[in-house]
């Protein structure tokens, strides 16, 4: 599966498109902070939470590796299941430095 879905984003504007992306960079290490800090301590309700709005801000780029996980950690916290959640924290945050770099080169 690739990291980035190009024709989600060939439905976004192009005269805005490096911006959004811009801001999925500078907005996504602070929700990923959020999540971990949400898994480390056991707050599976905000996990998931924090989970769909960095899911929110994925699909909406194409982030669809991202998404997935996203989709996955809301599941896992809006049922209360701690199961390999840390797990997937790690894949997420591993994930979002080469989806942003795939995003950046797709513009």
Known sequence: ????ATEALQQLPAAILPRLIQLFGSTTPAMLTNIRQHADSGNLIELGKAAHKLKGSCVSLGAVQMSDLCKTLQHKG???DASGVNALVTELETLYPATL???QQAV
């Not at 599966?1 to 980035?4: G, S």
């Open 1 to 4: 599966m690739p990291l980035v």
């Open 78 to 80: 809006e049922s209360g």
């Open 101 to 103: 770099q795939a995003l």
